[in-house]
């Protein structure tokens, strides 16, 4: 039998006063084989983001089938507050446990990110820079990669094809290039061009890396408006498909900082390396200039989406068509077959 009315029936939330929500799909089902120094890999993650952040930025993490040992981890985390939200769910998935974070929350942009990623100083500063100087930026990397150009941002390129704020330049973090590489397993014998030049997008002496990976990176949140909230794969088949399309699909940019903002680590952790990294950072000396969205979001029709995919498609797999836009785009002639 109920008695009285609930006292928080039709109350309306409040604005939130955060502005950047991180969010973090953690799996670490057990401790040994590859999974043995994953959770040192995961406080160094954590610790590097909180030592990293402004304060109204709140904090998803959600445990995607993890460890008991693994969960009583984050469970600490969020009783001493330094988190806003723990999410646990049996394995459901990479991308329908990112889902469940995005759900329920209304902050303008989101941070989606592995959990083997150490957060540098200024990454946030940096991104949003180039969302503030680029309002078609619509994702965000903090990673550059090889060849980023070429995945999902037709658009862009089909934007800017004959304009001269398109162009190659010199890579300004070639450690940063080759660290990535390394954590990832790659042995050191791709083309030593793809260290030394790198495709930018620039506007008003600002630039960015055209294209982004997807192991860490920013999104404005109106580019989840349409999704279908469940996804079939645990990891792989069209999971992170998904999450690159986004921009493109809403004929948004997919961007990167100019320099190395974060490093991928892997499931080995090299303690030295990050050690040191982050300790003379200071927030409260910080001033962050949050970005001024002023330009409403809005789905591409799908033939003008697949007409420019399909132009900009038809030039990068042709060798004769993509050594001439290479050119155009200023890449000495001896790195174009790296390209």
């Not at 990110?113 to 946030?124: H, Y």
């Not at 792989?236 to 190395?260: C, K, Q």
Request: net charge positive; hydrophobic share 35%.
């Amino acid at each position: 039998m109920r008695k009285g009315l609930n006292p928080n029936k039709d109350v309306r939330n409040e604005n939130s006063s955060f502005t950047h929500q991180i969010i973090l799909p953690v799996y670490i089902p057990y401790h040994k084989e590859y999974f043995q120094e994953s959770l040192d890999v995961l406080k160094s993650c954590i610790g590097s983001l909180l030592s990293t952040v402004h304060n109204k930025t709140y904090i998803s993490l959600v445990s995607n089938g993890s460890s008991r040992t693994t969960e009583d981890y984050l469970h600490q985390l969020y009783n001493e507050g330094v988190i806003h939200e723990l999410i646990l769910t049996n394995n459901i998935g990479k991308l329908n446990s990112i889902y469940k974070a995005i759900a329920g929350n209304n902050i303008p942009l989101i941070t989606i990110s592995d959990a083997d990623v150490f957060f540098l100083a200024g990454w946030q500063e940096e991104t949003y820079k180039v969302f503030n100087n680029f309002s078609k930026a619509g994702t965000v990397g903090l990673i550059p990669q090889f060849l980023s150009y070429q995945s999902y941002s037709q658009n862009l390129l089909f934007d800017n094809f004959f304009s001269n704020k398109l162009k190659f330049g010199l890579v300004k973090d070639p450690d940063g290039l080759r660290n990535f590489y390394e954590s990832l397993g790659w042995k050191n014998d791709y083309p030593e061009s793809r260290l030394k030049y790198i495709l930018y997008l620039k506007k008003n002496g600002v630039e960015s890396i055209v294209g982004s990976g997807h192991v860490v990176a920013t999104y404005r949140r109106e580019l989840f408006g349409n999704l279908n909230y469940f996804n079939p794969y645990k990891m792989g088949g069209d999971s992170e498909r998904i999450l690159d399309e986004l921009a493109g699909r809403y004929d948004m940019y997919r961007l990167t900082t100019p320099i190395n903002k974060a490093f991928h680590i892997g499931n080995k952790l090299p303690k030295e390396k990050f050690k040191k990294l982050n300790s003379d950072h200071n927030l409260v000396d910080i001033k962050i200039e949050f970005p001024r969205f002023t330009n409403e979001i809005k789905r591409t029709p799908k033939f003008l989406y697949s007409f420019k995919k399909n132009i900009i498609r038809t030039v990068l797999k042709s060798y004769k068509l993509r050594m001439l836009f290479l050119k155009q785009l200023g890449l000495p002639k001896p790195a174009r077959k790296s390209f």
